[in-house]
C-alpha cells in the first residue's frame, strides 16, 4: 500500500461512559474517495468528529500527511486543510452566501479554488449570492457548505451524509458535484447510510459496526459479499 | 411641571442614556459572541472613572496594580490552556498580551502621571489601564469555561462582579472621585444650559455606535466576529478562531466600560461600586432588545435614561425602583412571543 495520507490507528472514542469507537483503524491513500458504511450510531459520524478534533479520542493515533493530528483543535485541523462538513452544515445563517465564501478565503492558509470556480461548478450558489444562508434551500446549504471547504486549500474533505433529507433530484446534483471534485484530484472521506448512492462514488469501501471495522474492499468486492451486506447493511 | 423643566429632565435622560447605550451595545457585543452575560461590566466604568480621576490629581493610579495582577494571571492561564499546543510564536504573543503590554503601560503610567499633561494624556493612560483588564479577565475567566452553558457562564461572570468590586476596595479606596471635565465650555440653549461635557458623551456615543456599524456591518473581522456568534461550531470548522473573537468582545467590552467611565468622571462622583448600578441599567436596555438588536438596546438605552431622570423628578425615592421595574413588562413580552430561546449545541 502506498504511503497513507490519513491514517487511523486504533481510536478509541467516549462520549462520557459510553464507548463509542473501539480500536478502530483504516487509512486512505492519497486522491481516493473512501465511504464509510454502516447503520445508524456505530459511530460513523464519532469517526470524522475524532479525526477532526470536534470530540477528541481518549486513545489512539490520527496522523495526516504523517504528521500527527491526534485531538487537535478542530480549528487547526482546519487550517492544515482537513475539512468536515457536517450533516448539520453549520454555515452562516447571518451572513450572505457571498461572504460566507469570502470569510472561508480569508481564514484560509492558502487559497483553494476561487469565486469564480466555485460559481461555475455551483451556479446556484452565484444566483443566490446575495441572500442569507437562512433563505436557501437545503441543497443550497449542503452547495454552499462543501464550496465552503472548496475555497478553503482543503486536502482531505470529510463529508457526513451530504444527501440526507434532500429531494432525489439535489441529491443526484450533489452526487454529480461530489463525482466532479473527486476527478479533480481531491481525497474525499464520504460517510452515508445511502449505501447506493456512497458505492456510485468510491473507490474502497469500510463498515463499520460497533465502533470497529468489519469489512474493508472495493464497491465491487462488497456488492458481491451478500454476508457482510445483509449482516451489517441489512440491505 | 413647565416646559423648562420638562427640556432638562429630557436633556439629563438623554445624557445619561448615552452612557447606557454605550454599555448596553458592549453587553450585546460580549453576549453574542461568547454567550457571557457579562455583569462586571460596570466594574470598567468605575475603573475607568476612578483611574481618570486620580491621574487628573497628578497622582498614579493603584489600578496599574491590578493591570500587572491580571497579566500574570492570565499568563499562568494560558501557558496552562495552551501547554499542549504552544510554539515560540503563539509563546511570544502570549506574553506580548499578558506580560508586555501591561508593563508597558504601567511604566508609562508611572512615567506620566506626575507630569500632568492634561486630561486628554490622563483619559488615554486611564483607557490604557482599563481596557486591556477585559481581555485579561476573559482569558482567566471565561476562556477556559469557552464551552460551559450560559447559566455556568453567568456564575463566572457574577463571581468575576464581585471579585471586582472587592478588587476596586482595596486599589481605590472607599472615597469617591470627581475629575476635570475635558472642556469648561458651557452652551446656552434656550432655558438649557448644555455643559460642554455632555456634549463629549453624546458625540462619542455617536461615534462608537458609527464606529460599531462600520465594523460589524462592513468589515470581514466585524464580520467573524457576527458568524462566531452564531455559530461557534461553524467558525472552527472553516478555521476561525474563537477565542481570539471572545478576547476581541471582551477588550471592547473593556475600552468601552472605561470610555464611559471616563466621560462621566467629570459629572458625578464616582466610588469604586458604582459601576454596578450604572452597568444594571445598561442591561435593562440590552434586555429590552433581547440581547441580540444593537439598535433596540441603544434607543432602549436613551429611554432608560430619560424614565431614570423623570421618576428622579416626581418620585426620587423610587427612582431605581422605577427603571428596574420597566424590565418585567419587557421580559413578560419577550417570553411571551418568542418562548424559551433555543440554545445553540
Same mark, same amino acid.
Given at each position: 500500500?502506498?504511503e497513507?495520507f490519513?491514517?487511523?490507528?486504533n481510536?478509541?472514542?467516549?462520549?462520557g461512559?459510553?464507548?463509542?469507537?473501539?480500536?478502530?483503524?483504516f487509512?486512505i491513500?492519497?486522491?481516493?474517495t473512501? %465511504?464509510?458504511?454502516?447503520r445508524?450510531?456505530?459511530?460513523?459520524t464519532?469517526?470524522?468528529?475524532?479525526?477532526?478534533g470536534?470530540? #477528541?479520542? !481518549?486513545?489512539g493515533?490520527?496522523s495526516f500527511?504523517g504528521?500527527?493530528?491526534? =485531538?487537535?483543535?478542530?480549528? *487547526?485541523?482546519a487550517r492544515l486543510?482537513?475539512?468536515?462538513?457536517? &450533516?448539520?452544515?453549520?454555515?452562516f445563517?447571518n451572513?450572505?452566501?457571498f461572504?460566507?465564501?469570502?470569510?472561508?478565503?480569508?481564514?484560509?492558509q492558502?487559497?483553494?479554488?476561487?469565486l469564480?470556480?466555485?460559481?461555475?461548478?455551483f #451556479?446556484?450558489?452565484?444566483?443566490?449570492?446575495t441572500?442569507?444562508?437562512d433563505e436557501?434551500?437545503?441543497?443550497?446549504?449542503q452547495?454552499?457548505?462543501?464550496? !465552503?471547504a472548496?475555497?478553503q486549500?482543503?486536502?482531505?474533505?470529510?463529508? @457526513?451524509?451530504?444527501? &440526507?433529507?434532500?429531494?432525489?433530484?439535489i441529491v443526484?446534483?450533489? &452526487?454529480?458535484i461530489i463525482?466532479?471534485?473527486?476527478?479533480?484530484?481531491?481525497?474525499?472521506l464520504?460517510v452515508?447510510?445511502n449505501f447506493?448512492? /456512497?458505492l456510485a462514488?468510491?473507490?474502497r469501501?469500510?463498515?463499520?459496526?460497533?465502533?470497529t471495522? *468489519?469489512?474493508?474492499?472495493?464497491?465491487d468486492?462488497l456488492?458481491?459479499?451478500t454476508e457482510?451486506?445483509?449482516?451489517y447493511?441489512?440491505? | 411641571?413647565?416646559?423648562d423643566?420638562?427640556?432638562?429632565l429630557?436633556?439629563d435622560g $438623554?445624557v445619561?442614556?448615552a452612557i447606557? /447605550?454605550?454599555?448596553?451595545?458592549?453587553?450585546?457585543? +460580549?453576549?453574542?459572541?461568547t454567550r457571557?452575560i457579562?455583569?462586571?461590566? =460596570?466594574?470598567f466604568?468605575?475603573f475607568?472613572?476612578?483611574?481618570?480621576a486620580?491621574? @487628573?490629581?497628578?497622582?498614579?493610579? !493603584?489600578?496599574?496594580?491590578?493591570?500587572?495582577?491580571?497579566?500574570?494571571?492570565a499568563?499562568?492561564c494560558?501557558?496552562w490552556?495552551?501547554r499542549?499546543?504552544?510554539?515560540?510564536?503563539a509563546?511570544?504573543?502570549?506574553?506580548?498580551e499578558? %506580560?508586555?503590554? #501591561?508593563?508597558?503601560v504601567?511604566?508609562?503610567?508611572l512615567?506620566?502621571?506626575?507630569?500632568k499633561?492634561?486630561v486628554?494624556? &490622563?483619559?488615554?493612560?486611564?483607557?490604557?489601564?482599563?481596557?486591556?483588564?477585559?481581555?485579561?479577565?476573559y482569558?482567566?475567566a471565561?476562556?477556559?469555561?469557552?464551552?460551559?452553558s450560559?447559566?455556568?457562564l453567568?456564575?463566572?461572570?457574577?463571581?468575576v462582579?464581585?471579585?471586582?468590586?472587592g478588587l476596586?476596595?482595596?486599589?481605590?479606596?472607599?472615597e469617591?472621585?470627581?475629575?476635570?471635565a475635558?472642556s469648561?465650555?458651557?452652551?446656552?440653549?434656550?432655558?438649557?444650559s448644555?455643559?460642554?461635557?455632555?456634549?463629549?458623551?453624546?458625540?462619542?456615543t455617536a461615534l462608537?455606535i458609527?464606529?460599531?456599524?462600520l465594523?460589524?456591518?462592513?468589515?470581514?473581522?466585524?464580520k467573524?466576529l457576527?458568524?462566531?456568534? +452564531?455559530n461557534r461550531?461553524g467558525? !472552527?470548522?472553516?478555521?476561525i478562531?474563537? /477565542?481570539?473573537?471572545?478576547r476581541?468582545?471582551f477588550?471592547?467590552a473593556?475600552?468601552?466600560?472605561?470610555?464611559?467611565?471616563?466621560?462621566?468622571? #467629570?459629572?458625578?462622583t $464616582?466610588y469604586?461600586d458604582?459601576?454596578?448600578l450604572?452597568?444594571?441599567?445598561?442591561?435593562?436596555?440590552?434586555i $429590552?432588545?433581547?440581547?441580540?438588536?444593537?439598535?433596540?438596546?441603544a434607543?432602549?438605552a436613551? /429611554?432608560v435614561g430619560? +424614565?431614570e431622570?423623570?421618576?428622579?423628578?416626581?418620585?426620587?425615592?423610587?427612582?431605581?425602583?422605577?427603571v428596574?421595574?420597566?424590565i418585567?413588562?419587557?421580559?413578560?413580552?419577550?417570553?411571551l412571543?418568542?418562548?424559551?430561546?433555543?440554545?445553540?449545541?
Open positions: 500500500m502506498a497513507a490519513l491514517e487511523v490507528e481510536l478509541n472514542t467516549y462520549y461512559d459510553s464507548h463509542i469507537l473501539k480500536d478502530l483503524s487509512k491513500r492519497r486522491g481516493e473512501v %465511504a464509510l458504511l454502516g445508524n450510531g456505530v459511530g460513523k464519532t469517526t470524522l468528529k475524532s479525526i477532526v470536534w470530540v #477528541p479520542p !481518549r486513545s493515533r490520527v500527511e504528521r500527527n493530528v491526534t =485531538g487537535q483543535e478542530m480549528m *487547526k485541523n486543510g482537513i475539512s468536515l462538513v457536517p &450533516e448539520e452544515r453549520r454555515i445563517t451572513l450572505t452566501v461572504e460566507n465564501l469570502k470569510l472561508a478565503t480569508v481564514t484560509a492558502k487559497p483553494g479554488w476561487s469564480q470556480d466555485v460559481y461555475d461548478h #451556479p446556484r450558489l452565484q444566483e443566490r449570492a441572500n442569507k444562508g436557501i434551500s437545503g441543497g443550497e446549504k452547495m454552499l457548505a462543501i464550496a !465552503r472548496l475555497v486549500d482543503t486536502k482531505l474533505l470529510l463529508l @457526513d451524509e451530504p444527501t &440526507e433529507g434532500l429531494a432525489p433530484l443526484r446534483e450533489v &452526487e454529480a463525482r466532479e471534485i473527486k476527478s479533480k484530484g481531491m481525497t474525499i464520504l452515508e447510510q447506493y448512492s /456512497a462514488v468510491a473507490d469501501c469500510y463498515i463499520i459496526d460497533q465502533g471495522i *468489519k469489512f474493508e474492499g472495493t464497491p468486492q456488492r458481491g459479499n457482510v451486506l445483509s449482516r447493511l441489512h440491505v | 411641571m413647565d416646559a423643566i420638562f427640556l432638562i429630557l436633556q $438623554v445619561n442614556g447606557y /447605550a454605550l454599555l448596553a451595545l458592549s453587553l450585546v457585543l +460580549v453576549f453574542a459572541v457571557v457579562f455583569i462586571p461590566q =460596570g466594574e466604568v468605575a475607568g472613572a476612578l483611574s481618570y486620580t491621574l @487628573d490629581l497628578g497622582r498614579t493610579p !493603584r489600578s496599574i496594580w491590578l493591570l500587572l495582577a491580571l497579566g500574570a494571571a499568563t499562568v494560558g501557558l490552556t495552551q499542549r499546543t504552544l510554539n515560540r510564536t509563546l511570544a504573543m502570549l506574553l506580548s499578558t %506580560a508586555v503590554f #501591561p508593563l508597558a504601567a511604566g508609562l503610567v512615567w506620566l502621571a506626575p507630569l499633561l492634561g486628554a494624556v &490622563e483619559a488615554i493612560l486611564a483607557l490604557a489601564i482599563v481596557t486591556p483588564m477585559g481581555l485579561l479577565i482569558r482567566v471565561f476562556q477556559p469555561l469557552a464551552e460551559a450560559v447559566l455556568v453567568l456564575i463566572a461572570a457574577v463571581g462582579h464581585l471579585a471586582l468590586v476596586g476596595l482595596v486599589f481605590f479606596g472607599p469617591g472621585s470627581r475629575a476635570t475635558f469648561s465650555a458651557n452652551f446656552t440653549l434656550g432655558p438649557l448644555v455643559p460642554g461635557q455632555a456634549l463629549w458623551i453624546l458625540g462619542f462608537l458609527v464606529g460599531l456599524y465594523f460589524f456591518g462592513f468589515t470581514l473581522h466585524g467573524a457576527r458568524a462566531t456568534a +452564531v461550531l467558525a !472552527r470548522l472553516v478555521g478562531p474563537t /477565542a481570539d473573537a471572545g476581541i468582545a477588550g471592547l473593556g475600552f468601552i466600560g472605561a470610555l464611559s467611565g471616563v466621560l462621566i468622571a #467629570p459629572l458625578t $464616582v469604586y458604582s459601576g454596578f450604572i452597568g444594571l441599567k445598561g442591561f435593562v436596555a440590552a $429590552v432588545g433581547g440581547l441580540v438588536s444593537y439598535p433596540i438596546a434607543t432602549a436613551i /429611554a430619560c +424614565v431622570s423623570f421618576a428622579s423628578f416626581w418620585a426620587s425615592a423610587f427612582k431605581e425602583v422605577i428596574f421595574s420597566v418585567v413588562p419587557v421580559l413578560l413580552w419577550l417570553s412571543r418568542s418562548g424559551a430561546p433555543a440554545e445553540e449545541e
